[in-house]
């Protein structure tokens, strides 16, 4: 069988900006005919190919050949270690970044400690957390779960669970906005440079919980077993340990919160789901799953960087270049559900490719869901009654399709 080959530059063009507001509002009025008129298209804003199929992306998720890190280990431009030293420590020793060996090792230790059952351990403390914060919202009215209720649990929640103590809440969430604002290919300088000092800070009180609590080690705290891990024969590395911890506060406060706002939001809009959830509460966890394939909470194609040359889809792919998977396109695709654009709580996945894939199944996966499927849960159990109030109001983040509003009544 002949394989056609394309040039990048013969690809069509992403016909669109992503910071669009209409975009926001809703992008699979852009993304779907998109997809059905072409399985690539050449992005110029991030200087590579988007696949929009699932075919491709279902492949490229998987494949070897392709990386997070676009240094491929060689550690970050000198430039930036000298300017943006903490910036530049947290990256070189990102779990996400690391060489495959690092990789291996880090998650043989860390896998048993956020395994579903490990994470069970924390339920009680989720719910503590979860209860306090619905005890404080009006029992009637309207609530704006977006900001007064998502953004405010997961924040609390990860720092319970690593014994942090109050008051660093919007520190933690500034940390966490700006680290993954650098994700974006092609940031401004200013707009990089204004990053940098949230960043700072964040890593500045990781080092300074990370010293106190050798001096008080706790029982059963996730701190306290991570800093064992890196005592004890040097299996975690004091810069890793910096890195893995600031990354579970940024990864454990931000993702969550738009799981937990975008599940609220669609569950309101599809009243017949929210009735079968109402009825069957255990359906909640399943709703989790199926939100992240319905709607996207990206504003970005997810990026990978090409370690060695390959072709897909007739398309040539070159070391150290850029591609991008529009997953949110492709788990819509109807090589994926053959109903994929009906929102169906009771839909069963056979598995979770939203986050991830073999070793970079996402850590902290188990423990989102734990967190958010109590979430929604404990806010129908206050709420009996609710309905949306008006339409969702957006941020806009550079990466995410970040909720400031959804009111509820």
């Known amino acids: 069988m002949l394989l056609l080959r394309t040039m990048l530059h013969d690809l069509p063009k992403v016909p669109f900006n992503l910071m669009d507001p209409a975009y926001t509002q ?110 404080k919202m009006p029992s009637e009215g309207i609530v704006n779960v977006a900001m007064d209720y998502a953004r405010q649990y997961p924040v609390r929640v990860i720092a319970a669970i690593l014994h942090i103590p109050d008051g660093y809440e ?59 891990a890196c005592d004890e024969d040097e299996r975690l590395s004091e810069p890793e340990l910096v890195s893995l911890v600031g990354g579970l506060i940024v990864g454990g406060s931000d993702t969550t919160t738009h799981l937990t706002g975008n599940v609220l939001l669609e569950l309101h809009r599809n009243l017949e789901q929210l009735a079968l959830l109402r009825k069957d509460p255990s359906l909640a966890r399943n709703a989790l799953d199926e939100t992240l394939r319905y709607t996207t909470f990206g504003r970005t194609f997810l990026p990978r960087y090409v370690l060695e040359p390959f072709t897909q889809n007739g398309i040539d792919l070159e070391v150290g270049k850029p591609i991008y998977l529009a ?23 056979t598995g979770s490719p939203w986050f991830g894939f073999g070793p970079h199944f996402c850590l902290g996966a188990s423990l989102a869901r734990l967190e958010a499927e109590r979430a929604v849960q404990m806010f129908f159990e206050k709420y009996p009654h609710t309905e949306l109030a008006g339409e969702p109001e957006y941020g806009n983040h550079p990466i995410f399709r970040n909720l400031v509003n959804v009111p509820i009544r």
Not at 55 to 72: I, K, M, V
Not at 173 to 194: C, H, K, Y
Not at 202 to 222: F, Q, S, W, Y
Request: charged content about 25%; aromatic content about 8%.
């Open 327 to 349: 997953t949110s396109a492709a788990f819509r695709d109807k090589d994926f559900a053959p109903d994929a654009n009906v929102y169906d709580i009771t839909r069963r996945h």
């Open 26 to 135: 809703d992008p699979y009025s852009f993304l779907e005919p998109m997809r059905d008129t072409a399985p690539v298209y050449q992005w110029e804003a991030g200087g590579g190919p988007v696949f929009m199929r699932w075919a491709d992306c279902s492949a490229l998720l998987r494949d070897p050949r392709l990386g997070l890190d676009p240094t491929f280990g060689q550690g970050m431009p000198a430039e930036i270690q000298m300017h943006f030293p903490d910036f530049a420590a947290m990256r070189n020793n990102d779990l996400l970044l690391s060489s495959p060996q690092a990789h291996a090792r880090m998650r043989k230790l860390l896998n048993p400690i956020f395994g579903p059952r490990a994470v069970e351990v924390h339920k009680a403390k989720v719910e503590q957390i979860i209860g306090a914060l619905l005890d």
């Open 170 to 228: 919007q520190e933690f969430l500034a940390f966490a906005d700006s680290l993954i604002a650098t994700i974006v290919p092609g940031m401004a300088p200013e707009r990089f440079a204004a990053c940098m000092p949230p960043i700072s800070r964040g890593m500045a009180i990781t080092r300074e919980l990370i010293a106190e609590r050798r001096k008080n080690p706790i029982e059963n705290d996730l701190m306290t077993q991570l800093i064992h």
